[in-house]
């Protein structure tokens, strides 16, 4: 069996995160918008991780 403090060292050196959707991105319909996700991960990968910053609702400054 593997210790918690393993299992936390292991999820955070692979950026592994629970993540629960809610409110609007609850309600998406994943079919529908796959054609724009594929596009949106067409032009991630241009770019290293550590260039890309998410501000959708968020104050940059």
């Not at 993540?19 to 319909?29: F, I, T, Y």
């Not at 918008?33 to 991630?44: G, N, Y």
């Not at 770019?47 to 104050?59: F, K, L, R, S, V």
């Amino acid at each position: 069996s593997f210790s918690t403090s393993w299992f936390d060292a292991f999820k955070k050196r692979h950026r592994i995160a629970y993540c629960q959707l809610r409110g609007e991105a609850g309600s998406v319909d994943l079919e529908a918008i796959e054609p724009e996700l594929a596009e949106i991960r067409q032009l991630c990968a241009m770019y290293d991780p550590e260039n890309i910053y998410n501000c959708d609702e968020t104050g940059l400054y």
